[in-house]
């Protein structure tokens, strides 16, 4: 009865499929539509508008920056985190707590909370003065401090999504059995080279999962980005809201929304590769 | 009460023929094992008496009624699990009571059956416990108070014993014969412990590839088993099989000679170790010993007969020593002849 | 005694590689600095949504919270459209948690019980979602979204939101119900349940607690999306589009109290699954 192929699960999956292919599958190819469709006939006028703005090398620029600060550095902090934390006893659950907080919060909120910091009679300028570094309020979130900006960008992202690679990476390090670190040390592995040549290629598949999920999610920052500095430190994802939204032009945001996909599909498809795992090299 | 009749039952998955044609007859009240190792389709049979899986082919009758296409819950029928399968998130009473509320019994008559059954398992004392609370032991007794307690028709048992650790299992497979033996309902016991089967069960189906090689009481069983697969797999140690050369009715084997059976080509002498004894002056059979193992009761002896692997047991006072050549005298009655093509034993003498 | 040292004496005495002293002061000043980088900003959200407009100008500021007054507070939640789209945001949210759950579930059921045809290219549809940004998908939708009359309802964004949760829901209910033996719902059976009896008496009792936290997932992963519920709605806006929209120009303190406002649910549901949220997340992510 129960392993018997029946219409039972196809009736099971038959709603999600029907979602998904609705609001997942037909937006999706809508999109591409969008993009390349401009008057009444195909082209790649919306592509054209997208390169031509000013905004837009700028924005390509600064998503990719974004990212390849961001990602590498989260995972490293994360496996940092991860360590500390497995070798806690007591007060492992507490401290586990505090630190995937930051998950269940928005990009919007976590901006803001920075922004609280980081904005000209905030708490950084407050230390600062204290200490006798700057004389009163200073911005570092305008056009003119660039830099300054994108630091802040980067710290509030840090901030916000590491909890998230920490957890696939707890959750990936708790599969790894304890006998192959005690094993290794046996044979006079020192805890540098365990981590090296037992723990990392072992969770291999968490990180890959983890960087799939950051970087798609990084090339579609946005809301940090708007709290803390507004327009102007332009990304892919603001523009494309500031094309659908305040210029009425669907055309334009599809030719970003697809550019968007296509970076992030290229950048799965690259993590895949590189970073596969054979079956026969799981434990 | 109701007899089992399962006829010509095939069960395929995919291009595997888990089942080949099985057919096999339970009497009202009996007890029957299906014993085999772990993949001869011992518990796909079980689940397909239960209606857990489909059959293929071929038709299961309980009690005069064909359920070949039954529901399992409409087949009158009850089962123990081998992890016991005890709902977590209810108490051992409403688990023993899981059945009889499915039957929407009156609450009175819950309330007794449940204790009757209880009563029977000695688990009175924690029924409204939580399971997570019991060992595994009380579990088990759990599982079969659930089974009994709606007075199935059949019982079905799927290696109810086999994750419990050596001693409690001993423990409690003497109090289930006694508790089934009073209840006596119908029962389908599956087990891969052939001692298991033999202390339990009226009669045994040994099962192998998908088929039952042997169906009998159990002394049948081990002294006269109708394959070598059956000879080999009842028996501790396993019977031994000798290759021997048999001419007009003459197998000689060293100096020993035995009466054989001539109508196969190539034939099998199947001994069991305990059937052979040490002749006191070094004649009979010869048998080569390379180790000698104490085991309280007996002794183990592992070497070769002919040059063929063969254990015997000898007595615990026996002066044996590995490296000696011994005689065996065996009784020509209790040996077995087995065709060496077919493996099936030939008609004894 | 100090309390690290309290925490270090079980430790050194249950397992074999037991750091000395001088380490753990490393390891618990380490965690101490993490834990503080992850609740300071909070804290200071926190000050700056119950200091009030004052407080934001203060200069310089104190780190410690004085005149506190929950009237930015209830000044924020006074101003027009913002009860609303707290309204709205519960709304979709709830919506999300009721969508996710219903189509996900039975998804997540089919998977773990069942081996069909058709069953991986039903995991790839499931992972393939992952691998797109899928908020952006809110684009396209404007237009049909319009014409449907889904447009600027929080039942519209509830939609997107749920092809969010909706993936994540199958994977993680599949293997809550892998995780429940299948011999309970056959001993279920033999004893005289239908299908559904068995699984509403046995399976869903012992799926709920799992199911809960799937369930506040999805209600996170709404509460806190921007960009789509911003694309999909003008006037009935969620409180992430709202506070998106008025970022620009609304003072900062009514800035703080948004933030803190969208803060707090977070941290009570982390807090609520943190159970669940190892385990929910390496099955996420296979």
């Given at each position: 009865?129960?392993?018997?192929?029946?219409?039972?699960?196809?009736?099971?999956?038959?709603?999600?499929?029907?979602?998904?292919?609705?609001?997942?599958?037909?937006?999706?190819?809508?999109?591409?539509?969008?993009?390349?469709?401009?008057?009444?006939?195909?082209?790649?006028?919306?592509?054209?508008?997208?390169?031509?703005?000013?905004?837009?090398?700028?924005?390509?620029?600064?998503?990719?920056?974004?990212?390849?600060?961001?990602?590498?550095?989260?995972?490293?902090?994360?496996?940092?985190?991860?360590?500390?934390?497995?070798?806690l006893?007591?007060?492992?659950?507490?401290?586990?707590?505090?630190?995937?907080?930051?998950?269940?919060?928005?990009?919007?909120?976590?901006?803001?909370?920075?922004?609280?910091?980081?904005?000209?009679?905030?708490?950084?300028?407050?230390?600062?003065?204290?200490?006798?570094?700057?004389?009163?309020?200073?911005?570092?979130?305008?056009?003119?401090?660039p830099?300054?900006?994108?630091?802040?960008?980067?710290l509030?992202?840090?901030?916000?999504?590491?909890?998230?690679v920490?957890?696939?990476?707890?959750?990936?390090?708790?599969?790894?059995?304890?006998?192959?670190?005690?094993?290794?040390?046996?044979?006079?592995?020192?805890?540098?080279?365990?981590?090296t040549?037992?723990?990392?290629?072992?969770?291999?598949p968490?990180?890959?999962?983890?960087?799939?999920?950051?970087?798609?999610?990084?090339?579609?920052?946005?809301?940090?980005?708007?709290?803390?500095?507004?327009?102007?430190?332009?990304?892919?994802?603001?523009?494309?809201?500031?094309?659908?939204?305040?210029?009425?032009?669907?055309?334009v945001?599809?030719?970003?929304?697809v550019l968007?996909?296509?970076?992030?599909?290229?950048?799965?498809?690259?993590?895949?590769?590189?970073?596969?795992?054979?079956?026969?090299?799981?434990? | 009460?109701?007899?089992?009749?399962?006829?010509?039952?095939?069960?395929?998955?995919?291009?595997?023929?888990?089942?080949?044609?099985?057919?096999?007859?339970?009497?009202?009240?009996?007890?029957?094992?299906?014993?085999?190792?772990?993949?001869?389709?011992?518990?796909?049979?079980?689940?397909?008496?239960?209606?857990?899986?489909?059959?293929?082919?071929?038709?299961?009758?309980?009690?005069?009624?064909?359920?070949?296409?039954?529901?399992?819950?409409?087949?009158?029928?009850?089962?123990?699990?081998?992890?016991?399968?005890?709902?977590?998130?209810?108490?051992?009473?409403?688990?023993?009571?899981?059945?009889?509320?499915?039957?929407?019994?009156?609450?009175?008559?819950?309330?007794?059956?449940?204790?009757?059954?209880?009563?029977?398992?000695?688990?009175?004392?924690?029924?409204?416990?939580?399971?997570?609370?019991?060992?595994?032991?009380?579990?088990?007794?759990?599982?079969?108070?659930?089974?009994?307690a709606?007075?199935?028709?059949?019982?079905?048992?799927?290696?109810?014993?086999?994750?419990?650790?050596?001693?409690?299992?001993?423990?409690?497979?003497?109090?289930?014969?006694?508790?089934?033996?009073?209840?006596?309902?119908?029962?389908?016991?599956?087990?891969?412990?052939?001692?298991?089967?033999?202390?339990?069960?009226?009669?045994?189906?040994?099962?192998?590839?998908?088929k039952?090689?042997?169906?009998?009481?159990?002394?049948?069983?081990?002294?006269?088993?109708?394959?070598?697969?059956?000879?080999?797999?009842?028996?501790?140690?396993?019977?031994?099989?000798?290759?021997?050369?048999?001419?007009?009715?003459?197998?000689?084997?060293?100096?020993?000679?035995?009466?054989?059976?001539?109508?196969?080509?190539?034939?099998?002498?199947?001994?069991?170790?305990?059937?052979?004894?040490?002749?006191?002056?070094?004649?009979?059979?010869?048998?080569?010993?390379?180790?000698?193992?104490?085991?309280?009761?007996?002794?183990?002896?592992?070497?070769?007969?002919?040059?063929q692997?063969?254990?015997?047991?000898?007595p615990?006072?026996?002066?044996?020593?590995?490296?000696?050549?011994v005689?065996?005298?065996?009784?020509?009655?209790?040996?077995?002849?087995?065709d060496?093509?077919?493996?099936?034993?030939?008609?004894?003498? | 005694?100090?309390?690290?040292?309290?925490?270090?004496?079980?430790?050194?005495?249950n397992?074999?590689?037991?750091l000395?002293?001088?380490?753990?002061?490393?390891?618990?000043?380490?965690?101490?600095?993490?834990?503080?980088?992850?609740?300071?900003?909070?804290?200071?959200?926190?000050?700056?949504?119950?200091?009030?407009?004052?407080?934001?100008?203060?200069?310089?500021?104190?780190?410690?919270?004085?005149?506190?007054?929950?009237?930015?507070?209830?000044?924020?939640?006074?101003?027009?459209?913002?009860?609303?789209?707290?309204?709205?945001?519960?709304?979709?949210?709830?919506?999300?948690?009721?969508?996710?759950?219903?189509?996900?579930?039975?998804?997540?059921?089919?998977?773990?019980?069942?081996?069909?045809?058709?069953?991986?290219?039903?995991?790839?549809?499931?992972?393939?979602?992952?691998?797109?940004?899928?908020?952006?998908?809110?684009?396209?939708?404007?237009?049909?979204?319009?014409?449907?009359g889904?447009?600027?309802?929080?039942?519209?964004?509830?939609?997107?939101?749920?092809?969010?949760?909706?993936?994540?829901?199958?994977?993680?209910?599949?293997?809550?119900?892998?995780?429940?033996?299948?011999?309970?719902?056959?001993?279920?059976?033999?004893f005289?349940?239908?299908?559904?009896?068995?699984?509403?008496?046995?399976?869903?009792?012992?799926?709920?607690?799992?199911?809960?936290?799937?369930?506040?997932?999805?209600?996170?992963?709404?509460?806190?999306?921007?960009?789509?519920?911003?694309?999909?709605?003008v006037?009935?806006?969620?409180?992430?589009?709202?506070?998106?929209?008025?970022?620009?120009?609304?003072?900062?303190?009514?800035?703080?109290?948004?933030?803190?406002?969208?803060?707090?649910?977070?941290?009570?549901?982390?807090?609520?699954?943190?159970?669940?949220?190892?385990?929910?997340?390496?099955?996420?992510?296979?």
């Amino acid at each position: 009865m129960p392993a018997r192929p029946s219409w039972i699960p196809y009736a099971l999956i038959a709603p999600s499929v029907v979602f998904l292919a609705a609001l997942f599958l037909v937006p999706l190819v809508q999109t591409i539509w969008l993009s390349v469709s401009a008057g009444d006939g195909l082209s790649l006028e919306n592509y054209r508008r997208m390169a031509g703005d000013l905004n837009f090398a700028l924005a390509v620029k600064n998503t990719f920056l974004l990212t390849l600060v961001v990602v590498p550095l989260q995972v490293v902090l994360a496996l940092g985190m991860a360590t500390m934390v497995t070798k806690l006893d007591k007060g492992r659950d507490l401290v586990l707590w505090v630190l995937t907080i930051p998950l269940g919060i928005s990009d919007l909120a976590a901006g803001l909370a920075w922004l609280a910091l980081l904005q000209n009679t905030g708490y950084l300028n407050s230390a600062l003065y204290a200490l006798g570094l700057i004389q009163g309020p200073t911005g570092w979130l305008s056009q003119e401090t660039p830099v300054a900006l994108f630091f802040a960008i980067v710290l509030a992202e840090l901030w916000r999504a590491t909890a998230i690679v920490l957890v696939i990476l707890i959750a990936g390090l708790q599969l790894i059995p304890k006998e192959f670190a005690e094993a290794a040390e046996i044979f006079g592995a020192k805890p540098w080279t365990r981590f090296t040549r037992i723990t990392l290629p072992l969770l291999k598949p968490s990180l890959q999962s983890a960087l799939i999920l950051r970087t798609v999610l990084a090339f579609e920052v946005f809301a940090v980005v708007y709290a803390l500095g507004g327009r102007n430190f332009p990304v892919l994802a603001g523009e494309a809201y500031v094309w659908q939204n305040d210029n009425q032009n669907y055309g334009v945001a599809a030719a970003y929304a697809v550019l968007i996909m296509a970076i992030s599909l290229a950048a799965t498809a690259v993590y895949l590769r590189v970073l596969r795992t054979r079956p026969e090299q799981l434990p | 009460m109701a007899d089992i009749v399962i006829d010509r039952v095939v069960k395929e998955f995919g291009s595997f023929r888990a089942l080949q044609e099985v057919s096999l007859t339970v009497n009202d009240g009996e007890f029957v094992a299906l014993l085999g190792p772990s993949g001869c389709g011992k518990t796909t049979l079980l689940r397909i008496i239960a209606g857990l899986e489909t059959q293929t082919s071929g038709r299961v009758v309980i009690g005069g009624q064909d359920v070949s296409h039954l529901s399992p819950r409409k087949r009158g029928l009850a089962m123990v699990f081998q992890n016991y399968a005890v709902f977590p998130h209810m108490t051992v009473f409403e688990n023993v009571a899981f059945g009889l509320r499915m039957q929407k019994a009156a609450a009175a008559d819950v309330k007794r059956k449940v204790e009757r059954a209880a009563a029977l398992l000695h688990i009175e004392s924690y029924l409204d416990r939580y399971p997570a609370k019991l060992s595994g032991g009380q579990r088990q007794r759990v599982a079969v108070a659930r089974a009994l307690a709606v007075e199935p028709a059949v019982l079905l048992m799927d290696e109810p014993l086999s994750n419990l650790d050596a001693l409690l299992r001993l423990e409690m497979r003497t109090e289930l014969k006694a508790v089934l033996r009073e209840a006596g309902t119908t029962t389908i016991y599956v087990t891969h412990d052939q001692t298991e089967a033999m202390g339990l069960a009226d009669r045994i189906a040994v099962m192998y590839g998908g088929k039952i090689d042997q169906i009998g009481s159990p002394l049948e069983i081990y002294a006269t088993p109708a394959t070598r697969f059956v000879g080999g797999f009842i028996g501790s140690p396993p019977m031994n099989f000798i290759k021997v050369r048999c001419s007009q009715g003459t197998a000689r084997i060293g100096d020993a000679a035995l009466p054989c059976p001539v109508t196969a080509e190539s034939l099998e002498l199947g001994l069991r170790g305990e059937d052979a004894s040490l002749s006191a002056d070094g004649s009979g059979l010869p048998f080569d010993v390379r180790v000698v193992e104490p085991m309280g009761s007996h002794l183990l002896l592992t070497g070769a007969i002919d040059g063929q692997l063969a254990r015997i047991v000898a007595p615990p006072t026996a002066e044996v020593t590995a490296g000696e050549r011994v005689g065996l005298t065996v009784d020509p009655a209790r040996v077995t002849w087995i065709d060496s093509t077919t493996g099936r034993a030939l008609a004894r003498a | 005694m100090t309390a690290s040292a309290v925490a270090t004496k079980p430790a050194a005495t249950n397992r074999g590689m037991a750091l000395p002293s001088a380490r753990r002061l490393l390891l618990w000043t380490g965690l101490a600095v993490l834990i503080a980088w992850v609740l300071v900003p909070i804290y200071l959200v926190a000050l700056g949504a119950f200091g009030g407009r004052l407080g934001v100008f203060r200069w310089p500021k104190s780190i410690w919270p004085s005149d506190l007054s929950f009237a930015a507070m209830s000044q924020f939640l006074a101003i027009e459209g913002v009860f609303n789209a707290l309204v709205n945001s519960l709304i979709a949210a709830g919506l999300t948690v009721v969508f996710s759950i219903a189509l996900g579930a039975p998804a997540g059921y089919a998977l773990a019980r069942y081996s069909f045809r058709g069953q991986n290219a039903y995991r790839l549809l499931v992972l393939l979602t992952r691998a797109f940004p899928l908020a952006i998908l809110a684009l396209p939708l404007t237009v049909s979204f319009i014409r449907l009359g889904l447009y600027d309802t929080p039942f519209g964004v509830s939609l997107i939101h749920t092809v969010l949760a909706l993936p994540f829901a199958a994977l993680v209910t599949q293997s809550l119900f892998m995780g429940i033996p299948r011999e309970y719902e056959e001993a279920a059976w033999v004893f005289g349940c239908t299908r559904f009896q068995a699984f509403v008496k046995v399976i869903l009792p012992l799926a709920l607690p799992g199911l809960a936290a799937t369930a506040i997932f999805a209600f996170v992963i709404s509460w806190n999306e921007v960009f789509a519920a911003s694309i999909l709605t003008v006037r009935e806006r969620t409180l992430t589009a709202y506070l998106l929209r008025i970022l620009a120009e609304s003072p900062l303190h009514y800035r703080f109290a948004g933030g803190f406002i969208l803060i707090i649910p977070s941290v009570l549901f982390i807090f609520a699954v943190r159970r669940y949220l190892f385990a929910v997340w390496g099955i996420a992510s296979k």
